[in-house]
């Protein structure tokens, strides 16, 4: 039974979730009141529990990236003091705060780290998926990755173009030109349009680009294992601190090649040239992915920029490229993950990517350009069926990494399977579910589901009353009268760990704009940007949960997405 339903099962979870929320906020009170207020009160304590839990990751997580980036300007000012002359010329000296961090950290433990760094063997190759994105955003982004020290001794490009887009060779050899001199080895690749069994999208370019990269790669005498793939958006702004921190992780684990590096993402490229809301709707995308790196299990999920070796793409397949991998980033992690039978892992990564917010001329077409990207992005929803089917499907075997291991290692290949495997694969598929169902269900729930429940079982006009005061549990029962005024309380908490977050992100907000991206003075976010979360309902309806439910919904009938980027306006000028 399982091995015929169990995949038609798992696809009906998504949907099943958001039409059952949606049911609930009417019905629940009228057909099921006693059932309906305990699920209430379990439903939202597991949502405040989370959101309390997230509050403490975060925090944990902004003081690591803090950290680093101080531990890392330390030393640049120390070795570097050029770069951190006074405006008289002469190097600035260290301050009462770097003196502190001097000590924390002992300087020769840092010197320790940058020998790793200068002395890494890998060779970091940045796989720039785009589609009729701006040159000049292009151009933009391998710029700074062109700035870094080590660029011309160990940095490859691929610029992964679509066959599709017009004029899509003129941009690719404008863009090598302008860096043939820059880097170790600049590729340009073109993803073929229609392939079969393929969906048009980031996946399917990264996995065309990732195997023809690599293998020209190998063409040019770069040794397999010393490639590492870092897969980007156009937009990715990454500080070379982020590189020296991925050769400190490579180095420093037993199994390099089982690792997926995960860095957090940050939008403070043009976050004021767009709306409030996109504003707002971006910061907290940002804090979530910030406070899943925190996790002690190594089952950090990667979004937008990450980076795996050669060696671990190879073992896996690559990626997916049909329409049920169209969340990349998640879908190559988990499997990642299950192909290697829990033996792949997370390595955070505690240096910020800097992206772009999607931005597009005027207030209600910016607004419009931020919709279409959430609905791309939360139709991601598909690996909901992939991890329940992947974890209890028939597929779920404890040997489907023995046939990516070479002969003479299948004798050995239980040392990478974890005792915790199957405790790892129940977390991952919380984990998922949460990503994906609290979505389509918080919204309607957190703001609905207690007014419309007032409202049916204590109308404000006999005439509207639809229960009998004998069917009402709240009347008539002691325990259902204190579990709804507990539930009443809950919800009103619910918003605080979100504020708690997002006082946080303001702090370290603006000490990653001040000591890492150097801007100046003028381009700090100050408290009065506080004024931004007004909008956080709309945007929360909005970008969240209208999109995410659709997505649910549209999995009864799958169909081909159009390939729609998110709309960017870039100029040379735009930070």
């Known amino acids: 039974m399982s091995k015929v339903l169990l995949p038609s099962l798992c696809e009906l979870v998504a949907p099943g979730v958001a039409i059952t929320a949606l049911l609930l906020l009417p019905l629940g009170p009228i057909l099921i009141p006693r059932f309906y207020l305990i699920f209430l009160f379990v439903y939202f304590t597991f949502f405040l529990y989370t959101q309390i839990n997230h509050v403490f990751k975060f925090f944990i997580t902004t003081k690591k990236i803090i950290h680093n980036i101080r531990t890392w300007n330390l030393h640049q000012k120390v070795n570097s003091p050029d770069t951190f002359s006074t405006s008289s010329g002469s190097a600035s000296p260290l301050t009462a705060r770097e003196r502190i961090i001097a000590d924390e950290n002992n300087l020769d433990d840092v010197e320790a780290s940058l020998k790793i760094y200068e002395d890494s063997h890998y060779i970091h190759t940045f796989i720039i998926p785009n589609y009729c994105e701006p040159e000049a955003l292009l151009r933009d982004t391998i710029k700074r990755l062109a700035n870094h020290r080590n660029a011309r001794r160990c940095y490859v490009i691929l610029l992964a173009m679509e066959g599709s887009e017009a004029e899509h060779e003129q941009k690719g050899d404008n863009l090598m030109n302008y860096f043939k001199n820059s880097f170790l080895h600049f590729i340009v690749t073109v993803h073929p349009p229609n392939l079969p069994g393929e969906s048009r999208g980031k996946g399917a370019n990264v996995a065309y680009a990732a195997r023809t990269g690599c293998t020209e790669l190998l063409r040019r005498g770069v040794e397999r294992r010393q490639i590492i793939l870092t897969v980007s958006d156009s937009d990715s702004a990454i500080p070379e601190l982020y590189v020296k921190e991925v050769d400190r992780a490579l180095t420093a684990s037993e199994d390099p090649y089982m690792l997926l590096l995960t860095p957090p993402i940050f939008f403070s490229r043009n976050s004021f040239d767009v709306p409030a809301a996109v504003r707002v709707t971006d910061i907290t995308w940002s804090a979530m992915v910030m406070s899943n790196l925190s996790n002690s299990r190594g089952l950090a999920f990667p979004c937008s920029t990450y980076s795996l070796s050669m060696v671990l793409a190879e073992r896996v397949g690559y990626w997916d490229t049909d329409a049920d991998s169209v969340g990349e980033d998640l879908h ?16 955070p990564i505690f240096v910020p990517i800097n992206l772009t917010n999607v931005q597009a001329d005027g207030y209600f077409n910016n607004m419009y350009a931020r919709y279409i990207q959430a609905t791309r992005h939360y139709n991601g929803v598909a690996d909901v069926a992939y991890t329940l089917r ?18 003479a290692d299948v004798a050995k290949s239980s040392m990478y399977i974890s005792p915790y495997y199957w405790l790892d694969k129940l977390i991952v598929c919380v984990h998922v579910l949460e990503a994906h169902m609290i979505p389509a269900t918080s919204g309607w729930l957190m703001f609905a589901a207690v007014p419309v429940m007032q409202l049916i079982l204590f ?53 990653v704009d001040r000591e890492l991206f150097r ?11 506080a004024l931004d979360y007004i909008s956080l309902p709309i945007a929360a309806w909005m970008f969240m949960t209208l999109p995410s439910t659709l997505a649910c919904l549209k999995r009864l009938v799958k169909s081909e997405q159009e390939y729609i980027v998110a709309k960017k306006v870039f100029t040379e000028d735009a930070m």
Not at 459 to 473: G, H, M, T, Y
Not at 520 to 525: D, L, V
């Open 459 to 511: 109308p404000p006009f006999s005439f509207l009353a639809v229960v009998e005061p004998d069917s009402n549990p709240i009347l008539v029962s002691e325990f259902y009268s204190t579990l709804w005024n507990i539930v009443k309380i809950i919800t009103v908490l619910l918003p605080f760990p979100l504020f708690a977050t997002l006082g946080i992100y303001e702090y370290l907000h603006r000490t």
């Open 519 to 529: 801007k100046a003075p003028a381009e700090y976010r100050t408290w009065r940007n």
């Open 332 to 347: 190559m992690w988990l499997k990642c993950f299950f192909k290697t039978d829990g033996a792949a892992r997370s390595a």
């Open 390 to 407: 992947s974890s209890f499907g028939s597929s779920a075997r404890p040997s489907s990494l023995m046939s990516l291991l070479p002969t």
